[in-house]
């Protein structure tokens, strides 16, 4: 596959594993120079190995994107890299207290999903865009969740942030279509991820599978390759839409 994204430079929060890796690793493939970014550098640093082992050009910025002093410096460095950013994916994300009703979730864990899921979405937005709409066809994908299209027991933080983040890349992508930004994002059912591994233990693999209409989980180059297609060209009329890669599980 050809998508156009030879020569482009994207930043990935979050993608130092999962997701979040898998997006950068086919945004490489396609040409595009990539940044990952996550909070731990030593998986930051092996990120960069295999993207450069699979042929790709990288580099690991470490930041927490909660910071707006971090979220600044990762996206001057990213720009300093190599003079342009094309492509914004947010991937950055944690879970919080998962299957824990609304009445004894704690404040603490409210305002730390919350700070990383959708505050750190916005901060890299917020950054991040003046660079964007110096680039024609520049665009940002937001990782979401089927958790973010409907409810559910993975924690009332979780579900709001996810939510929310759909919240901010429809508003975005009213005020920046005009200039030629494109804001999508993506809502991706079960795969097999950090946070999908402390979510599921294994012998409920199976059980989870069974939920959507496919009746398995998701490969990783499946939504990578969702994620790269919203970035290029081919997407080009594409705005402010959440392209769901689940399975089928939220048409039911």
Known sequence: MHLGLNGKVALITGGTTGIGLAGALALAAEGAKVVVSGRRTREGEQAVITIREAGGLAEFVQADVSRAVEVQRLVEQTVGFWGQLDMLINS?????????????????????????????????????????????????????????????????????????????????????????????????GVFATEMSERLFSEDK???????????????????AAAIAWLCSPAAGYVNGHTLAVDGGFLIQ
């Open 92 to 188: 950055a994300g944690i879970e919080g207290t998962p299957f824990v009703p609304l009445a004894d979730y704690s404040e603490d864990d409210w305002d730390r999903v919350l700070d990383i899921n959708l505050k750190g979405t916005w901060l890299c937005m917020k950054y991040a865009t003046p660079h964007l709409l110096r680039q024609q066809g520049a665009s940002i994908v937001n990782v979401s969740s089927i958790g973010g299209v409907n409810g559910g027991s993975l924690g009332v933080a979780y579900h709001a942030s996810k939510h929310g983040v759909l919240g901010v890349t429809r508003a975005a992508a009213i005020e920046y279509g005009s200039q030629g930004l494109r804001i999508n994002a993506v809502a991706p």
């Open 205 to 223: 693999h199976e059980t989870v599978a069974q939920t959507n209409p496919m009746k398995r989980w998701g490969r990783l180059e499946e939504i």
